[in-house]
Nanobody, 124 residues
Framework: QVQLVESGGGSVQAGGSLRLSCAAS????????MGWFRQAPGKEREFVAAITWGGGNTYYADSVKGRFTISRDKASNAVYLQMNSLKPEDTAIYYCAATLRIGPQYSQYDYDSWGQGTQVTVSS
């Protein structure tokens, strides 16, 4: 398993931007897929974006397409989520996750390693 630590959360006004980081430790190799999920109060944890470690293929939830960008830096074992044009409905705790399952993974139950989460609050 890998260990994941998120950072970069905070409070912004609607229309603003934030960049989340996820530092991964342990053995990261090309078979991994890294994902970002979020959970708002009273709601289930939902998929936001994912990227394959080897090929850099990316997948996004419809609600964030065109606004969020996921990327990874192999040299520093890090995954990023650039969030632009933020909306109040983006307010949630954001989690970084990792899985070795093949193919796009959109369910939290398909990810094996999780970070502790970082709070993002968007005010109107």
């Amino acid at each position: 398993q890998v260990q994941l630590v998120e950072s970069g959360g905070g409070s912004v006004q609607a229309g603003g931007s934030l960049r989340l980081s996820c530092a991964a430790s342990g053995r990261i190799f090309s078979g991994y897929q890294m994902g970002w999920f979020r959970q708002a109060p009273g709601k289930e944890r939902e998929f936001v974006a994912a990227i394959t470690w080897g090929g850099g293929n990316t997948y996004y939830a419809d609600s964030v397409k065109g606004r969020f960008t996921i990327s990874r830096d192999k040299a520093s074992n890090a995954v990023y989520l650039q969030m632009n044009s933020l909306k109040p409905e983006d307010t949630a705790i954001y989690y970084c996750a990792a899985t070795l399952r093949i193919g796009p993974q959109y369910s939290q139950y398909d990810y094996d390693s999780w970070g502790q989460g970082t709070q993002v609050t968007v005010s109107s």
